[in-house]
């Protein structure tokens, strides 16, 4: 597995001198034009980067996005975030698009809500909207003005550069509305929220030194201090799925995702995953799959 791809690295792969002065106490923030980057260089490779992206995406794309693979035919856009590795495959040779990244500082004390508030920002989430053409026009020119904006001297700037990334994350979420059931308490909604956090940090797997510690609903109760049954009811409530279904799907998430990206053998794949036995880990994965780890991975 790639390991995590800093800001100064994503520079030297695309061939760009690094920006003067990068603070990254402060946050950075950049925008770019597709087409002139694509001819010259190659995709980057499947792994993590540690700062977020947002990229308009027109032509012929595949992206590999954790356990996922996600085709563009026409317009889309792209919402990674530093939790989950992905890919893109350009398949067409004409390509053209804007993609603008930018660091969890750049927005710190800036909004209420922080970037991983957003579902399109959330691991597990759908990062990849397709647009309809009559959008496109007012995302080009969201893409425009920031590239104006960068290179202005106006002071205020970068609280304009905010904004229209802002905006671009609410046009992305117009596009796939999060609905919320009016049966969702409160207190069901944090714990879920907390139990998602606790999950999501032991992802991804990016060795085969790392080891997922929290595997049952008893582990996860006892980190929230809160009995069993009260996480269970509280994640029904919240989500309709129980813990262990929540534990399970993300293990087979990260599993396909080794499987795939990773020369890693099995029983490392299993190990890391918390399976001891290679076994218990070839029936877990194939009661959820219907395959097993081999043909999965030769598939």
């Known amino acids: 597995m790639e390991r995590i791809q800093s800001l100064e690295e994503f520079y030297r792969a695309k061939q760009i001198p690094v920006p003067a002065g990068m603070n990254r106490e402060l946050g950075h923030f950049n925008v770019f034009d597709t087409a002139e980057l694509i001819t010259t260089n190659a995709p980057l490779p499947y792994s993590r980067k540690d700062f977020y992206k947002i990229a308009f995406v027109s032509g012929r794309n595949r992206y590999f996005f954790a356990d996922k693979t996600l085709d563009i035919d026409q317009y889309g856009l792209f919402f990674a975030n530093p939790q989950v590795p992905y890919q893109c495959d350009h398949l067409d040779e004409a390509q053209a698009g804007y993609f603008c990244i930018f660091t969890d500082a750049f927005f710190h004390g800036h909004s209420s809500m922080k970037l991983t508030d957003f579902p399109l920002f959330r691991p597990g989430g759908q990062p990849l909207?397709?647009?309809?053409?009559?959008?496109?026009?007012?995302?080009?020119?969201?893409?425009?003005?920031?590239?104006?904006?960068?290179?202005?001297?106006?002071?205020?700037?970068?609280?304009?550069?905010?904004?229209?990334?802002?905006?671009?994350?609410?046009?992305?979420?117009?596009?796939?509305?999060?609905?919320?059931?009016?049966?969702?308490?409160?207190?069901?909604?944090?714990?879920?929220?907390?139990?998602?956090?606790?999950?999501?940090?032991?992802?991804?797997?990016?060795?085969?030194?790392?080891?997922?510690?929290?595997?049952?609903?008893?582990?996860?109760?006892?980190?929230?201090?809160?009995?069993?049954n009260h996480l269970n009811k509280a994640l029904k409530d919240a989500t309709g799925k129980s813990t262990s279904d929540h534990i399970a799907d993300r293990l087979v998430q990260e599993a396909k995702a080794l499987l795939r990206h990773t020369d890693w053998n099995v029983s490392e794949i299993g190990y890391c995953l918390g399976f001891q036995e290679p076994a218990h880990f070839n029936n877990f994965f194939k009661k959820k799959t219907q395959l097993t780890p081999r043909t999965f991975r030769a598939v």
Do not use: W
């Not at 992305?172 to 969702?184: D, E, I, N, T």
């Not at 929220?193 to 060795?207: A, K, M, N, V």
């Open 129 to 228: 909207i397709c647009l309809p053409e009559a959008q496109v026009p007012q995302v080009v020119d969201i893409f425009h003005k920031m590239k104006a904006e960068l290179e202005s001297d106006y002071i205020y700037k970068f609280d304009l550069l905010r904004n229209y990334t802002m905006e671009l994350i609410h046009l992305g979420m117009k596009h796939q509305p999060v609905a919320l059931s009016p049966a969702h308490t409160n207190a069901a909604t944090r714990i879920s929220s907390l139990f998602s956090d606790l999950l999501e940090r032991q992802f991804p797997i990016e060795t085969t030194r790392q080891q997922v510690n929290l595997r049952t609903a008893f582990d996860f109760a006892e980190q929230l201090s809160i009995h069993v």
